[in-house]
């Protein structure tokens, strides 16, 4: 999971990102409105929590530039403002959720896992593509019932395969995915080669059917048998 956290208030923003790190989620930061409108451009997030008041413009605007650009980023606003007028804006241009300051760092928590689950997976804590079953609560990966010892990357990575099958995606994007706008500094994307040798290992050693496919000169695609 890819967190973008969008917050001026540095201690809230430190606050947050520690939390939600010790809670195994990846996750970057925009202090100010110029680097979040630069990330949101760039990058794909899973959820995006979105401070409406910025030193250098407003949360609106990211939601405006989010709609125009066909986004489909999750977004939580996190906001002192509390009126109802604002909350109907909010929601009027894209928001999925609202929840005003202050609040509880583990209510955040919650309130993140359900909307990327509602994105992803039905809202379900228990995703099922055919004989394979992934709790991501527990973090634990099963096929045919047989647990299987996963990496937290290699997780990341299935989850996000099984979350877009039958899409090719290139190596770029599940760089992104595992590491963030850090993708951007590796020299290349060996790393990723290897994580999906290791995971097509794993599942073919367990009898699965192999449904992640190489697309040449492309990427790879997850695809129904």
């Keep these: 999971m890819k967190i973008l956290i969008i917050e001026d208030e540095l201690e809230i923003l430190e606050s947050i990102n520690s939390y939600l790190k010790t809670n195994e989620i990846h996750c970057e930061s925009a202090n100010d409105f110029e680097t979040a409108f630069e990330k949101i451009t760039l990058y794909n997030y899973d959820c995006i929590l979105l401070d409406l008041m910025l030193p250098d413009g407003d949360g609106f605007s990211i ?53 990327v689950r509602r994105k992803q997976f039905n809202g379900s804590n228990t995703v099922k593509f055919n004989e394979i079953e992934i709790d991501t609560i527990n973090k634990t990966v099963k096929v045919k019932g047989t647990k299987i010892d996963f990496t937290k990357t290699e997780m990341d990575l299935l989850l996000f395969l099984i979350g877009n099958k039958n899409k090719v995606l290139s190596k770029g994007a599940i760089a992104e995915h595992l590491s963030g706008d850090m993708a951007d500094m590796l020299d290349n994307h060996d790393f990723i080669y290897a ?26 695609k997850w695809e129904d048998e």
Excluded: C, W
Excluded at 74 to 102: H, M, N, Q, R
Excluded at 195 to 220: A, P, Q, R, W
């Design 195 to 220: 994580h999906i040798k290791n995971l097509k290992k794993k599942l073919k050693e367990m009898g699965t059917f192999d449904y992640l496919k190489s697309v040449y000169g492309t990427g790879y």
């Design 63 to 115: 939601l405006k530039e989010l709609k125009k650009l066909n986004k489909s980023d999750g977004v939580i606003i996190i906001s002192a403002k509390e009126t109802l007028e604002t909350k109907i804006e909010g929601f009027t241009l894209g928001a999925d959720d609202y929840l005003t300051k202050p609040f509880h760092l583990s209510e955040l928590l919650v309130r993140i896992q359900a909307l």
